[in-house]
């Protein structure tokens, strides 16, 4: 079988031998009576990590952001995020099917919403015929914008204006470590400024399922229920738990070499006049660019005829997403491809 390139995500990653060994060694439990011991280490390595009171291990990133959502609302509110946010955009219309919320849409620069943005969309609490707003999102690093990270300086000042109408912060942290590393900022000193945290252990740094929220203990109590009651709990989840433990462990400094590797890629697609990519978004381990003169799925297609699998990101835009099952070899290969594709 030919052995594509495979760029279209870090969600594609396969589990390593020793991450592997980990699962297989895991000591397990039932978790839905809290007794999975690598369940309950794994939460509260990430509670310790993310600064929290408590976590809680998920499924999915959807099911992490989601949960979240539920226990900071009520049906009918409003939470405040970025036009293409993964919420928002990807998250198959659960706000509205979960929680009975709507989303309150800014257009952000590279998926940044400022707190001048953000004021104007803030309901009056007298307007008592207005969804009532109940909370701000941010997503960081932000997907469709390009792996962009959320600048500390601009969460700070979101946070002083929620706080100054008493409205609840969510971050969708799914590549929050990809934000941590390129920054130098922590995922503590992030996830300070919000009440609630969803970061992904299946991305990036590899494990093959699994999420984590955080928060107070009174938020992450309300979010047990929430996770059985939506079919999350799990059993013996001790052996995917192991593997994020492991993921957490282990592959977070090895992010800088993604983001390495995803800048060789934007260099070279930069040359070309029939390509157009913003350097400045290329930040992480995501790249985005607009074929000039070519559609998307031309593009897609003339790519995975050569050997490169990529994504769509947003309109008209092709991703290319570098990961740890992305050798340097690879990295010069597609670099080759693609000068077959835009100069050929
Ligand atoms: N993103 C996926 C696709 O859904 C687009 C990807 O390949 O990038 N938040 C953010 C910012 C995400 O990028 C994703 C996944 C999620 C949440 C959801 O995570 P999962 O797929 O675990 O539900």
């Not at 995917?240 to 260099?267: C, P, S, T, V």
Request: aromatic share 6%; charged share 25%; proline share 3%.
């Amino acid at each position: 079988m030919k052995k594509f390139i495979d760029l279209r995500s870090d969600t594609v990653t396969k589990p390593s031998e020793a991450m592997r060994k980990v699962m297989l060694n895991a000591e397990v439990g039932d978790d839905v009576y809290k007794e999975d011991p690598t369940a309950n280490k794994l939460q509260e390595y990430a509670a310790e990590l993310l600064g929290k009171e408590a976590a809680l291990f998920v499924p999915t990133g959807l099911m992490g952001n989601q949960i979240c959502l539920n226990v900071l609302t009520n049906p009918g509110d409003e939470v405040i995020c970025e036009r293409t946010a993964h919420i928002f955009q990807y998250e198959s219309g659960t706000p509205a099917k979960l929680s009975g919320i709507q989303l309150s849409l800014i257009e952000g620069k590279n998926g940044i919403i400022t707190p001048s943005q953000i004021e104007p969309l803030i309901r009056p609490e007298s307007a008592y015929y207005m969804p009532r707003t109940k909370a701000i999102e941010i997503e960081n690093t932000h997907n469709v914008a390009g792996g962009t990270v959320f600048p500390i300086e601009v969460i700070k000042e979101v946070r002083q204006l929620a706080d100054k109408y008493n409205l609840f912060m969510h971050l969708d942290g799914a590549r929050l470590w990809n934000a941590s590393v390129a920054s130098g900022v922590s995922v503590k000193d992030y996830a300070g400024y919000f009440n609630t945290v969803s970061v992904c252990l299946s991305k990036g740094l590899g494990a093959p399922i699994g999420s984590i929220i955080a928060g107070d203990k009174s938020i992450i109590d309300e979010a047990f229920r929430v996770r059985k009651a939506i079919g999350g709990g799990m059993r013996q989840v001790g052996i995917i738990a192991a593997a994020g433990l492991f993921a957490l462990q282990n592959n977070i400094d090895r992010l800088k070499e993604d983001h390495y590797k995803a800048n060789l890629l934007a260099e070279h697609l930069s040359k070309f006049e029939n390509v157009e990519v913003d350097m400045a978004s290329v930040q992480t381990n995501m790249l985005m660019f607009k074929p000039i003169g070519m559609s998307v799925d031309e593009v897609l297609n003339r790519l995975s005829n050569e050997g490169i699998l990529a994504g769509q990101g947003g309109y008209g835009v092709v991703r290319f997403v570098t990961h740890l099952d992305v050798s340097f070899d690879e990295i010069e290969r597609a670099k080759q491809i693609l000068t077959k594709v835009f100069e050929g």
